[in-house]
């Protein structure tokens, strides 16, 4: 009986190390306007079994808030949870690109450079994304890449 | 004259807030019984229009009747709702989805949905699973708040 029970606890954590561990993602997040007051910031996430570094950089001019800043912390089973859940709502476990068209000949936009590599359930997915966002207003893949980007930022602001 | 500037720069704003605000949120519990009773509540505003909507499904107790209502919100109700989205602190993107049960007979289930627009900035707040589990998030509890506000400032409309 001990036997049995010690073997069902073994495949239980096996599984559940498994699920987390299989869950591997980077992004790197570049926002900013182009101008004669150009600006930018640059985020960095890297996710790797529950581990989280997170990295923010600001050139050009900068508001009060904007101040570079590096972040660890360990995200929760629940949390890796959410993160597997909402790649597959948002449609985000797919190999796809936007690239705006326009962006070199524009004085003035607002632009972005998106890439985000996902490792999960054995398969590697890779959405890269660049130019002006007003271009991509209408697009998905850039709103929920988006999404899922502000919903991992508010996530590390409150893990630990 | 510094009063009346002071008077048009609230109306701007407060025209400007009214304008920028959409807002949809439904709010779904789900009984996995027999019966299989199902509620669902939507909000839809957009700028100082609003429609609202009590559904039922399946087992219906005798105070449980359908509701719908549509109205034109006022100035202060608008304003009402953006103070509770800032004091809630729901202008944000989150999901939690959580189901731990693999026979989820007699179980509750919620899935509530919030989209928005505010300030030309799109936000989405999904929550979806069993309901012990998702009313222990903290979000729910934000998110009830704002739905608590709505509910009477649509009541009053």
Redesign the interface.
Known sequence: MKYLLSIVLAAFLFTLSASAQDLNIAISYLYGEKSKDSHASEESFAVSYTSVAYSVKYSGRKGKNQVDMEKTCTFTE?DI??IR??IE?KGLNVNDSLESKMSKTKNFEIFTRINIAIIMDGNEYKINISGDTIEFDDAKLY?NSV?FI??LR?MVEDCK | MKKIIVLIAFLVTSTILSQSLVLDISYTRIENDKNRSTRIETFSINGSSSAYSLKYDGRVLPNEMNEEKVCDLTQNAVNDIVTSINDNKVA???????KEKTNGEGTFYLLIKVNMIYDGT?Y?I?LDGEANLVMGNKMYLKVIELVKDLRRIIKNC
Do not use: R, S
């Open positions: 629940q949870n959410n859940k909402t709502t709103k999404f502000t919903m508010k | 944000v993107n989150e999901t939690f989805y959580a799109p989405e999904i």
